[in-house]
């Protein structure tokens, strides 16, 4: 199962936000007097790409899942529970910068030279740093993919744009 931010695509989980839902879960497994029917999980759940995925070992397991997720509390844009491989995919843009500042600041820049880029929902999927610069990989939401689009997928960037 996949545990994902309510606005998934749009908006992503981030770490403090997965950290308190795997703390609330377990808090409610604490909650569970002894005897009673316990949720059963295969592994740890594994946190990665704003996803939380948590791999249920039965149907009850399942159904607790669900139901202990909506009731957590907490989160300012709630979350969904939904079958991993019914997860939507995001839109992916590959970008190549003449220079190897941070990777949060190629995303600052970008959103502030490109009106409408939604950059601090953007997730890094992967980044190689070259000696005369970087290729960084993003998925992002729908909105800055059109935004994107509009711009011939050729934002603008410090003093020029990227390619």
């Known amino acids: 199962m996949a545990v994902i931010n309510a606005r998934h695509s749009d908006a992503q ?3 403090e936000q997965a ?3 795997q703390n609330k879960l377990v808090a409610a497994i604490d909650a569970i007097p002894f005897g009673g029917a316990s949720p059963k999980f295969q592994r740890f759940p594994k946190f990665e790409a704003g996803i939380l995925n948590i791999i249920c070992a039965d149907s009850t397991t399942k159904d607790w899942l669900g139901s202990t997720i909506r009731e957590i509390e907490g989160l300012e844009e709630g979350v969904a ?4 491989k019914d997860l939507p995919s995001r839109p992916k843009f590959l970008v190549w910068v003449s220079e190897t500042v941070e990777e949060s600041i190629v995303r600052d820049r970008l959103r502030k ?3 409408g880029l939604r950059t601090e929902d953007w997730l890094l999927m ?10 960084l990989a993003y998925s992002m ?3 800055s993919s059109k935004v994107l689009a509009e711009a011939g997928f050729k934002p603008y960037y410090c003093l020029g744009r990227v390619i």
């Open 141 to 143: 939401d729908d909105k």
């Open 19 to 21: 950290d308190l839902i």
């Open 126 to 135: 992967s980044r190689k740093v070259e000696e005369k610069g970087q290729t």
């Open 81 to 84: 529970l939904t079958e991993t």
């Open 13 to 15: 989980l981030n770490q």
């Open 113 to 115: 030279q490109n009106a």
